[in-house]
């Protein structure tokens, strides 16, 4: 009876199926990111010291990335596919060409100066390296043997050095996790990737080695903030005063005496959800936590929907990069992780994330909205 | 191409990929799990301790000075006073050219260059939104000259401040004292807390002694402010509770007519009510003006206060030890017959000169002719110095120490004022112990007239005569007896009460004798009597500051004035019914009974014409 009803829905779908078939968009999806987008603006006008235009810019790239998303999920997925590696070799290329020829903001070379307008290689880079991972682990039997394991791993390691040169710490995480996400979910063994983190556990101190000084401070800083209240540790401090005097009931909306009096840096950016946290407390927090949880587990959904390996592989890695990108900015904001200039997605003013995530979003639409419409 | 040809197995990769997102979604649960955690530890748990930092991140306590207490005199005259004193500021945010500014108002007021320096130093450690202080306590016509051109000069304006200012300058110099900015080592024992919005801290006189009173306590005002110290808002206030008002005992008036008097002297003039030991004048010449110290005295003016050989800086009155000379003569008197050495009558014969047995050294009457036979009475009236070498020889030193110790003489009179000495009163311990020298006999002779060792202070003498006047009821000196606290209820200071047990009819023999000083014919201080309508009692007395030689006289005009006797005066009036005692020394003035004395006698006549007045009103 059951596989009947389902085949009969399969086979009859309703007219709005039909439209938002046609417009390629997932409506749950749709809905969460409008949700996060619209708590955005709400608790930016607050942190933005009550200022409209600040919003105005921010409604500007949301509209601009939205609509870039809704044209991503247009675009098949076998086109994705077919253009991974030329995507991917240009946005290495691009990397050293930042490396070479870069723009230097705030002591890092991140921005390509296109002459009308900046553009950051390392946001593309996000979505074109699990993009070639998965092209190149698709090819083969899963899950991928040592030496699939290896090539793949020289393609995360590449961009990964590049980011990390400029110095780019938080991105050059964020791009050899997304990396590792499609290796992880291509089915690497457990035994084999808890020898890989052995490896790099060891590695650890050669890597300390390589750091720059401001990357040393952060980790000193994020294991000991009180150690420089007035240096390094205030960020962590400050953002801390902040989220614990939320409480669970948070000081309301426009509320924050952090923000609004200056002793919360990047109040904005990086740090906006200790504003958050300020205004609408624990309760906030957790309704936040769980708005994000529903878009996570929706892009899981169309991960396991999907229906051909690139595809699951790369909607996995997208929203597992998601998920990191979440973690690491609120983790670094309630000071469990080290300060890395990640900004919490969706929420943070800034134009570059908003771009990359939503693009990744129109992908996932769009390797969910191209499925064939089979019975499985 | 051979990896097109791997087989894939669908079914098993789905399976496998499926497993893959359960354990992510499991991974990601437990993470974020870990957030939650984490959140519920800073926003439940540590709330209070983050609320509390948040708090004192943007809430700052500034602090609001009290109004320090004024001080009157007896009669209400206002001695110290908190005046309006007018500053030009800058507010570097609100001036568009600084530079320009700056030159501008240079040109207005005449603004030494060091001052804009200092000004422009001072920006550099202030933030920009404070204001800075370019000139301070202008004058009236400064203060209208700017208010003229104020509306060209966007962030300069007047600030008006309250200043400590002493109407009376340098009558009061010595008494009252005066505040001055707290320096390093005072900021390191007064109460913080209660100190943060003060700047000025009584420094000597009534002003130090009673800081505490005066001070007031410290009212606050919490400020809202952001990251860089910028005020927002007040939040809310403590109002501060001002100082205590002082009435001081003194006479302003009498002070005027003492420190008048002692004009063109150095010296000292200490005038107790008899019966409460209330301090009603307390001169000491040269005073000096105490305002400059409240806005910071110059080096050069303060160089110069102290290196000027007058040393208006020395508070003669409390800190000048003299010795007391024939002043001295009633208490050893009194001595003489308490402890039954001499009756009052017994006459002994004075040719001018006195030697101890077997010894050929010659202590000299002031008189060289001697005078004769003498009793108590005209020893005292004439000060025959031979009659007291006898009495002191036959008293021994220990029972002059004994007995003179009992008026307080070396020892501290426990005034309520800083920095009192002890004077010295010598006795055989005393001089082992402190020179490692057996007591001589001749030593015991000199002390007898006041001379040698013995050393007293204005005040002390002017005590001992208030207690003398009190047949023995000690008293001890103040300046205030009575203060308002912001209840305005009066606290009166507690006080030692002590009576020197004394044979009245040999008090009275004193009296008499020291009524004859004015009174008597052959009374040393007998031009006192003309024109009053009471006695006076008191006993004139001239200190030698330079030892003559034996076989040399003491001729006055040839001495350095350095060098010439100190003149000196103690009294008591109206004789019979004592109100007032009074004690004078002039320094290198000469005759206590010519200089000293008219000095101590006009503020005997003030002071009962004024009780008197008081007195008829009553």
Known sequence: MKTETRDEQFYQPSVIGTILRTLHVDIPLFIGLFLISISSFVILYSAGGEDISILIRQATRVAFAFVLMIILAHVNPRQFQRYSSTFYIIGVMLLIAVLLFGYIGKGAQRWLDLGFFRFQPSEMIKITTPMMIAKFLSEYALPPKPKQFFIAALLIIIPTFLIAKQPDLGTSILVASSGAAVLFFAGLSWMFMLIIAGVLGLLTPVLWHFMHDYQKGRVITFLNPESDPLGKGYHIIQSKISIGSGGVHGKGWLGSTQAKLDFLPESSTDFIFAVFAEEFGLLGCLGLLLLYFLVIIRCLYIAVQAQDSYSRLLAGSLTFSFFVYVFVNIGMVIGILPVVGVPLPLISYGGTSMVTLLASFGILMSIHTHRKLLPT | ?618
């Open chain 2, 1 to 618: 191409m051979s990896r097109h040809y791997t087989v894939k197995d669908s079914f098993a990769e789905n399976r496998m990929f499926l497993s893959r997102v359960v354990a992510v979604l499991v991974f990601f649960s437990i993470m974020i799990l870990g957030l939650v955690g984490r959140l519920v530890y800073l926003q439940v748990v540590g709330h209070n301790h983050y609320s509390m930092m948040a708090k004192s991140n943007r809430i700052k306590l500034a602090p609001i000075a009290p109004t320090r207490g004024i001080i009157y005199d007896r009669n209400g005259r206002v001695l110290a006073e908190n005046i309006p004193s007018y500053s030009l500021e800058l507010i570097p945010e609100q001036i568009k050219n600084i530079e320009q500014t700056l030159q501008k108002l240079q040109q207005l007021f005449a603004i030494p260059d060091e001052k804009i320096e200092q000004f422009l130093k001072q920006k550099k450690r202030s933030k920009r939104f404070s204001s800075i202080p370019l000139l301070v306590q202008l004058n009236d016509f400064e203060v209208a000259k700017f208010a003229v051109v104020r509306p060209y000069f966007p962030g300069v304006d007047l600030y008006a401040r309250l200043v400590r200012h002493y109407p009376y300058g340098e009558l009061t110099s010595h008494i009252v004292g005066y505040v001055g900015r707290i320096n390093e080592k005072e900021l390191k024992t007064l109460p913080v807390a209660e100190y943060r919005g003060t700047h000025h801290v009584g420094k000597i006189g009534i002003e130090k002694r009673y800081e505490s009173q005066l001070h007031g306590q410290t009212g606050y005002s919490e400020i809202e402010t952001n990251a860089q110290g910028r005020k927002i808002k007040s939040v809310a206030t403590a109002d501060p509770i001002p100082g205590e008002n002082l009435t001081l005992t003194l006479d302003i008036e009498l002070q005027k007519i003492a420190y008048d008097a002692l004009e063109g002297q150095n010296g000292a003039a200490v005038a107790i009510e008899v019966k409460t030991g209330n301090v009603v004048v307390f001169a000491s010449r040269p005073g000096f003006d105490p305002n400059p110290f409240v806005s910071g005295i110059s080096n050069k003016a303060y160089k110069a206060l102290q290196q000027s050989e007058d040393q208006p800086m020395f508070n003669r009155a409390l800190r000048g030890q003299y010795p007391p000379g024939s002043t001295i003569k009633p208490f050893i008197a009194l001595a003489g017959l308490e402890y039954n050495v001499i009756k009052a009558r017994q006459k002994i014969f004075c040719p001018g000169y006195y030697q101890l047995p077997r010894l050929k050294h010659k202590y000299r009457d002031w008189k060289a002719s001697g005078h004769g036979l003498v009793n108590m009475k005209n020893a005292i009236t004439q000060s025959c110095d031979v009659y007291f070498y006898d009495l002191a020889r036959n008293l021994g030193i220990d029972k002059i120490h004994e007995f003179l110790q009992k008026f307080g003489f070396g020892d501290k009179t426990k005034i309520d004022l800083v920095g009192e000495k002890a004077g010295l009163l010598p006795s055989k311990a005393w001089k082992k112990r402190a020179r490692s020298q057996p007591w001589y006999p001749g030593e015991t002779l000199i002390t007898g007239i006041g001379q040698g060792f013995l050393q007293v202070t204005p005040l002390q003498l002017a005590r001992a005569t208030a207690t003398l006047a009190n047949k023995g009821k000690v008293v001890t000196p103040r300046l205030v007896n009575k203060f308002y606290n912001s209840e305005q209820t009066e606290i009166t200071g507690v006080y030692e009460k002590k009576q020197i047990i004394l044979n009245q009819q040999n008090v009275e023999d004193i009296f008499s004798a020291m009524i004859n000083v004015i009174h008597g014919w052959r009374g040393t201080a007998r031009r006192l009597s003309k024109g009053i309508s009471y006695q006076i009692a008191g006993k004139t007395g001239t200190a030698q500051v330079f030892t003559v030689k034996q076989e040399e006289k003491y001729k006055e005009g040839e001495l350095d004035s350095k060098l010439k006797d100190h003149a000196l005066f103690m009294a008591f009036a109206p004789a019979h019914a004592p109100k007032l005692a009074v004690a004078v020394i002039v320094e290198n003035g000469g005759h206590g009974g010519s200089v000293a004395a008219p000095i101590a006698s006009k503020i005997i006549k003030q002071f009962l014409a004024e009780t008197k007045v008081e007195a008829t009103i009553k």
